[in-house]
């Protein structure tokens, strides 16, 4: 494939490309085309681009699934996880082609004649990018299927995860190799292979020795028709998967880590952010991908699962450098906005962080996949300013537009109808939340059954869906980023009159509350009742094992307790089992556990 149009996009979109006799386009500049568009919010347009060239050739194909697996995974809706899956495999069947129902014209640059027994074979340009696409495939349908959190999708999604890891760390080494006998550096900017650091549980090598072992020895003359800038492309192409896929093994916590490594494979994580670094400045059209999920893994994941330690301030100089770089190439992107939303919430800057969001709501007026995903920040927003209509509306909407959950944005809409004095309103919209649940078993709808299950006979108070509204933002890690008004009001909400069987949550609540706004004795004495409360057989099952973690994460940052609070995580950790959110506390556990090995 001809990659000198790279980064030089058709004039006139796709139709300059290829008309209807076959003539020839760059697949290569035509798919960063068609992903840019869908950044700087032409969706129709990039939809248009790859659904008219989707059978060209398979680069075209995966990007087109990849447009349907991001739209997909933006909603979570069942009808859009099949169809992406669908579309996979379709981008499967086309790069598992060795000539046939491949337009005429490209397939000059797709094959070629071996030197050594005459005949036509892909060229290696072609078969490494098909080798990228089929891990690529094999990592994004592992995702589809592992995000319903069914027992049978974490199993299938494994064994993907592990083809797709294997053909990720072959066609990755192969790359390397060709660099070598070219006698290139490959430089800092390359990582030659995952080896461990601070940041990483395990590490790839073994994976990559037994790969070694089996090949047989390369001359140049074998790649001496792929050059250097497809070589260049490739890389990126390869590091975007290669390094995902490290990045997010690496954060899985022990009990899941081991499943996974009996798969066969280990994570790195500090080798994953630079395969994700590389990616988002190469000329494959994943680079505004990997940049993307930098900015995923800086705004959401760091400070949702508490990767570091109680500051942001990485986070956020890490996001604001990627958004800075990325700003005269997509100035008006709704996606980027809604990062840039992101960075602001994470400062606390909550008003400047709306602001944002409305304005990425507006740019995304042909995409209802980001408008949904705004409209849920806005919700967010307003719910940590205890602004209670105004997040109600927002939740509202999402429950009838969304058709994932709906029995969550139910969930969050009665709380917020009963903070505002509608209680009889709220206790209908409890009573729905278990009808409409459609998938019982998964851990989410679990706990908002339960929680709604309370008010099936009995109305609750406007104090009680003040406190649901603090636990969500608890468990869903807001509180560190909400402003001491904001803390200070939910901390005079706490001090109600609740009935026996709500003050072990009130006391976490509120130990949360004061250690977010630095009142280190006050929170501990909290967390303290909040232990102690737990016990009894009526109190939240979560509580116990939360409480654990937060007065020993406390207790840790001085040297003269820092052995009672590790043997409090610990204990967290060993001591409680199938309560609510039990993995998303497991990933924090580990995290802080691994930050903190000295201590004994």
Known sequence: MASSAVGKPASNGAEDGIDSAGEAIDDVAMSLQGIDLLLNNGFKQSQAIFEKYRDYSPLMSAGSSFVTFMNAMMTFEDEKLDGAVDSLKETEKLCNLESGNIVKSFKSKVFRKDSKTGNTVLSTEERIQRQIILADCQLYMAMLVMIRQEVTGYIKGGLLIRKGYKMYEKVYKEIGKVYKIRGQELG??????????????????DGLANHMSDEKVISPGDYSD??????ARLRGGASFGYGLLQLIISMMPPNLLKVVNLFGFKGNRRFGLQCLHLASHSTDMKAPLAMLSLLWYHTVVRPFFGLDDKSTTSCVTEATAILEENEPKYPNSSLVMFYRGRVLKIQCKIEEALSVYNLALEAAADQREIQLICVYEIGWCNLMKFYWEDSMLAFARLKEESKWSQSYYAYLTGMCQGALGQVETAQEMFREVPQISKRK?????????????????????????????????????????????????????????????????????????????????????????????????????????????????????????????????IRAKDHYKDYDFEQRLNVRIHALLSRNKDIQ
Not at 452 to 457: A, E, N, T
Not at 513 to 529: G, K, M, V, Y
Request: glycine share 2%.
């Open 441 to 569: 078993n998964e851990q989410l709808e679990k706990f908002l059954i339960r929680k709604s299950q309370k008010f099936k006979k009995k109305v609750p108070t406007k104090a009680q869906c003040a406190l649901l509204a603090i636990e969500v933002l608890y468990l869903w890690r807001a509180l560190p980023t909400c402003k001491e008004e904001h803390l200070t009001l939910m901390l005079s909400e706490c001090e109600a009159e609740v009935e026996k069987s709500w003050k072990a949550l009130r006391s976490l609540l509120k130990g949360a509350i004061l250690r977010n706004l630095d009142s280190r004795d006050a929170a501990i004495q909290c967390f303290e009742d909040a232990l102690a409360y737990s016990s009894a057989k009526d109190q939240e099952p979560h509580v116990g094992p939360y409480t654990c973690f937060e007065l020993g994460s406390m207790l840790m940052e001085k040297p003269a307790t820092a052995s009672k609070g590790k043997s409090l995580v």
């Open 226 to 231: 792929l050059s250097d800038a497809d070589l």
């Open 188 to 205: 800092d900017e390359l990582p030659s292979s995952p080896t461990d650091d601070n940041n990483s549980e395990a590490s790839s090598e």
